[in-house]
């Protein structure tokens, strides 16, 4: 079987993101192989998958057509990497988030695999031109950088080191919406790619009006999850400017532009998340939902159930 033919996936890297990912591209009819360089880690990841899948098909939440015991049979784990490798025409890779240990692991992909399989790194915040630095081919790398939990939460930023072409872009931005995840291509690379520079800057002036004495932790957060975040779960920031003046987006500046140019001039500097401000904040989050692993998980699992039947509303709209 030709690369070009090929219906292959190889998930280097089996922790929590790996998991997700086989979970996702076996949804999508693809034949997953898993590797992992700790003994037992990959097989281990498996047991975990088929617990997951049967939870899912349980709760008709399982994503694909294909049945848990079908999307299973698609996935098998190896501790060989090459052996991993072989008839794979994409490679995600998911080990742990550092420099070194993520330019090795892709020298060593490189010099097993055909110069037309695409290179993808899961890395949240890495560019791909560190990331990529030691491989000859820089042409057919990129960062695919999704969002967890990715069984529920689709985005996927897709990232181009410098010499990427366009057709590796465009094939893996097909790749992923076959597997039902929602792709967003960046036209160069950037620190904190657009998801992650989006947050900060929504992080950093929460911070602000509670560290200014302007508004309690509990307060600012249900700005976002019960003002903001309602819109926000269906339509952007540019949408909801577009539809909030009667002529759209260029009828929405000039009525409110001026405003927002003011209030964006009054922001702060970047604020210090480590002095004694920032203990006062984090001790006020304490008190709302304290830190220890019994609140911690509760809330956790609050969060995934919402955000399932959230995924499940969209899928429905
Ligand atoms: N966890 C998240 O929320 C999240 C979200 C988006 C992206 N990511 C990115 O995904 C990647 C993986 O994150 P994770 O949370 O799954 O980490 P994790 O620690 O759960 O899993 C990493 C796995 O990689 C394996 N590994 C380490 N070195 C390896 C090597 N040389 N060869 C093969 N396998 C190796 C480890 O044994 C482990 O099983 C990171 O780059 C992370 O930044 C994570
Ligand atoms: C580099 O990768 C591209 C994209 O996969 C491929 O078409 C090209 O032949 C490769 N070049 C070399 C020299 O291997």
Redo the contacts with the bound molecule.
């Keep these: 079987m030709s690369t070009s033919e090929s219906k292959t996936i190889a998930v280097?890297?089996?922790?929590?993101?790996?998991r997700s990912w086989a979970m996702v591209f076996a949804s999508g009819g693809y034949s997953v192989k898993i590797?992992?360089?700790?003994p037992g880690?990959a097989a281990k990841a498996i047991v975990e998958i088929s617990k997951q899948l049967k939870e899912l098909e349980d709760a008709h939440m399982l994503r694909g057509e294909l049945a848990a015991t079908q999307q299973l049979a698609l996935i098998s784990s190896y501790e060989d990497l090459s052996q991993a490798l072989e008839g794979a025409f994409f490679v995600q890779e998911?080990?742990?988030?550092q420099l070194e240990?993520k330019q090795s692991?892709f020298q060593e992909i490189e010099q097993v695999v055909g110069k037309d399989v695409i290179l993808s790194s899961?890395?949240?915040?890495l560019v791909p031109s560190s990331v990529f630095s030691k491989v000859q081919n820089k042409s057919r790398c990129l960062v695919s950088?999704?969002?967890?939990p990715p069984y529920y939460v689709k985005l996927v930023e897709l990232v181009p080191h410098p010499q990427t072409t366009a057709t590796i872009m465009d094939t893996t931005h097909a790749l992923m919406t076959k597997v039902g995840q929602v792709p967003v291509c960046l036209k160069r690379e950037i620190d904190g790619f657009a998801i992650n520079r989006v947050q900060a800057a929504i992080i950093a002036e929460s911070w602000r009006l509670v560290q200014d004495g302007v508004i309690s932790v509990k307060d600012i957060d249900l700005v976002m999850s019960e003002g903001l975040g309602m819109r926000y779960a269906f339509i952007g920031p540019m949408e909801t400017m577009h539809l909030n003046a009667p002529e759209g987006l260029e009828d929405y500046m000039k009525r409110y532009g001026e405003g927002i140019m003011r209030v964006l001039t009054s922001f702060g500097p970047v604020p210090n998340f480590f002095d004694e401000g920032a203990g006062s904040i984090i001790k006020e989050m304490c008190e709302l939902i304290p830190n220890n692993e019994q609140h911690l998980s509760a809330r956790k699992e609050r969060r995934d159930q919402l955000l399932m039947h959230l995924s499940k509303l969209k899928k429905d709209k």
């Design positions: 280097i890297g089996s922790g929590l993101i790996g590797y992992d360089n700790q880690q998911c080990v742990f988030e240990i692991v899961s890395t949240s915040c950088h999704p969002v967890n």
